[in-house]
């Protein structure tokens, strides 16, 4: 889970705004760096950030003198967030990031290395928009709610197939073996995520309580298509997969000396092929993931804990 700043973040008491500029160079592969950032507060309740950036790079020198193939790059992101406080307890942020990078003469094997299986150019271009709302009603025990819905849409297009040492030559247009691959193919997963969690907290004398429950669910189109061939994209096969988890984690505390973590996460998974591919059927499955922890401060510099946990 990554979290994006705001604007506030960079802007300093009194000001209603900020600028800032920032370039790198490294000898190592000529590379360069230049990115903005504009920060603005309209009002007390509403502010605006937006940056950019663009990052690249020849090839690296390793330490023996050869160059690191599959280095070299150009890259460009960017983001645009908005913050708007209903109120002293009601925050609602919606922000659009998008990550762009071209690769050229890149290695097909992105892990190894291996000339055999020669290179490509690899485009891949992620968007990504989040919607929060969170409502931590500092007057209401009861009421600690964090609400999020995203979408991202990852697309990774790779052409201009080259062969290595020794070569593989490009397969037919219509072949359907795994080296089919080779060939100008674009691939992508498009993804809805929406989770939602709320804490409710109790207090004593000598204790105090918090009990978190939440859900996540998500549905992603993962998709293949391969310009000017028609074969079945079994390297990399089309579907939808829906998921849905269902949690619950309860941390007590006594005397502010024991402390214990209880929690359990359910989740359910779907998977179902495109059906144009041969031999392909659906996955359905299920999980539970329950774990226990407990810590124990016999003063302000020693305690002892210890957790059973089971994950799937």
């Given at each position: 889970n990554?979290?994006?700043?705001?604007?506030?973040?960079f802007?300093?008491?009194?000001?209603?705004?900020?600028?800032?500029l920032k370039g790198t160079y490294?000898?190592n592969g000529d590379g360069a760096?230049a990115s903005?950032?504009?920060?603005?507060?309209f009002n007390d309740?509403?502010?605006?950030?937006?940056s950019?950036n663009?990052?690249?790079?020849?090839?690296?020198?390793?330490a023996?003198?050869?160059?690191l193939?599959?280095?070299?790059?150009?890259?460009?992101?960017?983001?645009?967030k908005?913050?708007h406080?209903?109120?002293a307890?009601?925050t609602?942020?919606?922000s659009?990031q998008r990550?762009?990078?071209?690769?050229r003469n890149?290695?097909?094997a992105q892990?190894?290395?291996?000339?055999?299986?020669?290179f490509?150019?690899?485009?891949?271009v992620?968007d990504?928009?989040v919607?929060?709302?969170?409502?931590?009603a500092?007057d209401?025990?009861?009421?600690?709610l964090?609400?999020?819905?995203?979408y991202s849409?990852?697309?990774?297009?790779q052409?201009?197939?080259?062969?290595g040492?020794?070569p593989?030559p490009?397969?037919p247009i219509?072949?359907?073996?795994?080296?089919?691959?080779?060939?100008?193919?674009?691939?992508?997963?498009?993804t809805?995520q929406?989770?939602?969690?709320?804490t409710f907290?109790?207090?004593?004398?000598n204790y105090?309580?918090?009990?978190t429950?939440g859900?996540?669910a998500?549905?992603?189109?993962r998709?293949?298509?391969?310009?000017?061939?028609?074969?079945?994209l079994?390297?990399?096969?089309?579907?939808?997969e829906?998921k849905?988890g269902?949690?619950?984690?309860?941390?007590?505390?006594?005397?502010?000396?024991?402390?214990?973590?209880?929690g359990?996460?359910?989740d359910?998974?779907q998977m179902r092929?495109k059906?144009?591919i041969?031999?392909?059927?659906?996955i359905?499955g299920?999980?539970?993931?329950?774990k226990?922890?407990?810590m124990y401060?016999?003063?302000e510099?020693f305690?002892?804990?210890?957790?059973?946990a089971?994950t799937e």
């Amino acid at each position: 889970n990554f979290v994006t700043k705001d604007a506030s973040d960079f802007i300093v008491d009194g000001e209603t705004g900020a600028v800032r500029l920032k370039g790198t160079y490294t000898s190592n592969g000529d590379g360069a760096l230049a990115s903005v950032l504009w920060a603005h507060r309209f009002n007390d309740a509403t502010e605006l950030l937006a940056s950019g950036n663009f990052r690249r790079s020849d090839e690296f020198k390793l330490a023996n003198g050869n160059m690191l193939s599959g280095s070299d790059f150009e890259s460009w992101s960017g983001l645009i967030k908005g913050t708007h406080h209903i109120d002293a307890d009601q925050t609602v942020r919606l922000s659009y990031q998008r990550w762009q990078s071209a690769g050229r003469n890149q290695d097909y094997a992105q892990t190894g290395t291996n000339p055999l299986f020669g290179f490509t150019d690899r485009d891949v271009v992620d968007d990504t928009v989040v919607l929060t709302y969170e409502n931590d009603a500092s007057d209401n025990p009861w009421l600690d709610l964090n609400v999020s819905l995203s979408y991202s849409n990852t697309a990774n297009s790779q052409y201009n197939y080259r062969p290595g040492n020794p070569p593989m030559p490009l397969p037919p247009i219509d072949d359907t073996s795994n080296t089919a691959i080779l060939r100008d193919t674009d691939y992508a997963y498009r993804t809805w995520q929406f989770k939602a969690d709320n804490t409710f907290e109790m207090a004593g004398e000598n204790y105090e309580n918090h009990l978190t429950l939440g859900l996540q669910a998500s549905h992603q189109d993962r998709i293949a298509a391969r310009p000017g061939g028609s074969a079945a994209l079994q390297q990399h096969p089309e579907g939808t997969e829906q998921k849905l988890g269902l949690f619950a984690q309860n941390e007590f505390v006594w005397d502010n000396h024991l402390t214990v973590i209880t929690g359990a996460r359910v989740d359910l998974h779907q998977m179902r092929p495109k059906s144009s591919i041969p031999g392909s059927r659906g996955i359905d499955g299920s999980a539970f993931s329950p774990k226990i922890a407990a810590m124990y401060d016999f003063n302000e510099n020693f305690g002892l804990f210890g957790s059973i946990a089971h994950t799937e």
